[in-house]
């Protein structure tokens, strides 16, 4: 007999099989999003009640004090979705279950469903809830900072003629990357780095400037941290925002002895994105990186990924 009752947070990671024991028809994933929702706590958007009531022949909440409807679906990225829950709950498993990355058109595949557009905008919503996810923490300690470039498609830019090469193409994505860095403690390093990686962060960024590197590290790097960049002028202010900057010269022969863990995470993210998607548009590759760094942050978690994946995709507020 199926399993209507999965429990969030579960210890165990799921595999395909298992999904599909947990999650059998819609019904079942309508128990779970319920039992979610509930336990994260439901504010309603009218006068701010927290008290509701569930109403089972609608499949809704009704706020007990104005009275107001909100349905499941209701301030989470499956808000105005069309797609049948089960859809968004197997897009969120596939998504995660693995490593490697999963594009649409497999997705598509997988799920059976008929049109692409939706399959590809679910995707790029879960992608969304896993960047607002990680923009919450900070990196601490040592810090890995570096900068590189993404080859990006846009067909109207790409209609014009004699467009600029090299730094700044428009054929390229300025991307800034932070990776936490720690000294690594073991005496066998053998196929081993010299450290030991952490969290990481890649952002998108319209200019490489002094000013635009420093209101995102601002955000992302806690203030007691040190950073360890190469000779760019850009990062020249870093000094005064984290209590050490060690700016360092570094040869491009030198650069993966150097920053080791920030360019083994720019070349795993560029394989990764060219070898699945081929090419990507550059409003969406944020998405893309978010994606990646949230599989990277979580890739000793004992707990499945589907779990938090949920629990991102349930509690931020998207209305």
């Known amino acids: 007999m199926p399993n209507f009752d999965y429990q969030l947070n579960s210890k165990a990671k799921m595999n395909l099989l298992e999904f599909n024991d947990y999650f059998p028809t819609e019904e079942s994933c309508q128990l779970h999003m319920r039992k979610g929702r509930e336990g994260a706590g439901i504010t309603c958007?009218?006068?701010?009640?927290?008290?509701?009531?569930?109403?089972?022949?609608l499949l809704r909440w009704e706020c007990a004090g104005c009275k107001a409807c909100m349905t499941l679906k209701s301030g989470t990225?499956?808000?105005?979705?069309?797609?049948?829950?089960?859809i968004w709950y197997m897009g969120i498993h596939l998504m995660t279950a693995t490593k490697k990355n999963i594009s649409a058109l497999e997705m598509q595949r997988q799920t059976k469903w008929k049109r692409y557009e939706p399959i590809w905008?679910?995707?790029h919503k879960i992608r969304a809830s896993m960047g607002k996810r990680d923009s919450r923490y900070q990196l601490k300690n040592a810090v890995e900072a570096d900068d590189a470039f993404f080859e990006v498609v846009d067909l109207e830019r790409d209609k014009d003629k004699g467009l600029k090469r090299g730094r700044g193409s428009e054929k390229q994505a300025s991307v800034l990357i932070m990776v936490e860095s720690?000294?690594?403690?073991?005496?066998?390093?053998?196929?081993?780095?010299?450290r030991v990686i952490g969290y990481a962060k890649m952002l998108v960024m319209n200019k490489l400037k002094a000013k635009d590197i420093d209101q995102e590290v601002e955000l992302?790097?806690?203030?007691?941290?040190?950073?360890?960049?190469?000779?760019y002028k850009g990062?020249?202010?870093?000094?005064?925002?984290?209590?050490?900057?060690?700016?360092?010269?570094?040869?491009?022969?030198?650069?993966?002895?150097?920053?080791?863990w920030a360019h083994t995470v720019i070349s795993n993210a560029k394989r990764g994105l060219l070898?699945?998607?081929?090419?990507?548009?550059?409003?969406?590759?944020?998405?893309?990186?978010?994606?990646?760094?949230?599989?990277?942050?979580?890739?000793?978690?004992?707990?499945d990924l589907f779990d938090r994946a949920i629990v991102a995709a349930i509690s931020d507020v998207w209305y």
């Not at 958007?45 to 022949?57: A, D, E, L, P, Q």
């Not at 990225?77 to 089960?86: A, Q």
């Not at 720690?182 to 010299?194: E, F, L």
């Open 235 to 260: 990062y020249a202010g870093l000094h005064d925002i984290v209590s050490d900057h060690v700016p360092m010269i570094v040869l491009p022969k030198e650069a993966s002895i150097m920053l080791p």
């Open 275 to 303: 070898g699945i998607h081929h090419s990507i548009g550059k409003e969406y590759l944020q998405n893309y990186l978010s994606e990646f760094c949230y599989k990277l942050n979580r890739r000793y978690f004992k707990a």
């Open 45 to 57: 958007k009218r006068c701010g009640g927290t008290k509701h009531y569930w109403v089972n022949s």
């Open 77 to 86: 990225i499956m808000e105005k979705s069309h797609l049948p829950l089960r």
């Open 220 to 231: 992302a790097i806690h203030p007691e941290s040190t950073v360890l960049t190469d000779g």
């Open 121 to 123: 905008y679910m995707m």
């Open 182 to 194: 720690a000294p690594n403690p073991s005496q066998d390093k053998v196929y081993k780095k010299d």
